[in-house]
Nanobody, 118 residues
Framework: QVQLQESGPGLVKPSQTLSLTCTVS??????????ASWIRQPPGKGLEWIGG???????YYSPPLKSRASIVRDTSKNQFSLQLSSVSPEDTAEYYC??????????WGQGTQVTVSS
């Protein structure tokens, strides 16, 4: 029932900001005990957790990305977004949004490819 859908530009220029939005249906971002996350998978590599935001509004970030990542939510639209600044080709990846209980992010979007290139 709960579905997530990523959206945003598939191509971003180096040094610019990557911006993605996740639209949630069938569930609420404000659900007590629930969190929403962004995860990515670079080509040929494993999944990398970027960060997340929980029902309290608290945000959490992967240490390697915390200086560049920002996750915000818009409960009126049941959406949450990722902004990753100062991107480089190393940020090229399939980006996923996920959500659910804090311990198990059981709902995942289909993913969206983002390429950083000039």
């Amino acid at each position: 029932q709960v579905q997530l859908q990523e959206s945003g530009p598939g191509l971003v220029k180096p040094s610019q900001t990557l911006s993605l939005t996740c639209t949630v249906s069938g569930g609420s971002l404000a659900t007590s005990g629930y969190c929403a996350s962004w995860i990515r998978q670079p080509p040929g590599k494993g999944l990398e957790w970027i960060g997340g935001i929980c029902d309290t509004g608290d945000t959490y970030y992967s240490p390697p990305l915390k200086s560049r990542a920002s996750i915000v939510r818009d409960t009126s639209k049941n959406q949450f977004s990722l902004q990753l600044s100062s991107v480089s080709p190393e940020d090229t990846a399939e980006y996923y949004c996920a959500g659910g209980s804090e311990l198990s992010q059981e709902y995942w979007g289909q993913g969206t490819q983002v390429t950083v290139s000039s």
